[in-house]
Nanobody, 124 residues
């Protein structure tokens, strides 16, 4: 069983930066790939970014590429999402999730554990 707790969401203005974090319980964090997804009301949850178990490979949705950076600190069992040049369309609840394969994936179906989410709101 893995528990994930996101933090760091908030209200910012367009063009600002924000970092969200996800702390994971358990002693197998370094074996897992981690991902970030987001969801707006009435829309499906969409992939944002992923990082493999070693941190050597990262994956991004086209909509955030060049603006967002995913990273991990295995000593702290934490994954981060640094978001720069935020846009109003980035407004969503952001969720972190565990991919137990360790490879990293764009696909919702590959993620087994999910956090409760943190709200990010970008005003224009």
């Amino acid at each position: 069983q893995v528990q994930l707790v996101e933090s760091g969401g908030g209200l910012v203005q367009a063009g600002d930066s924000l970092s969200v974090s996800c702390a994971a319980s358990g002693r197998f964090f370094s074996s897992y790939a981690m991902g970030w997804f987001r969801q707006c009301p009435g829309k499906e949850r969409e992939f944002v970014a992923a990082i493999n178990r070693s941190g050597g490979s990262t994956y991004y949705a086209d909509s955030v590429k060049g603006r967002f950076t995913i990273s991990r600190d295995s000593a702290k069992n934490t994954v981060y999402l640094q978001m720069n040049s935020l846009k109003p369309e980035d407004t969503a609840v952001y969720y972190c999730a565990v991919d137990i394969s360790g490879r990293g994936s764009y696909y919702f179906r590959d993620y087994y554990y999910w956090g409760q989410g943190t709200q990010v709101t970008v005003s224009s």
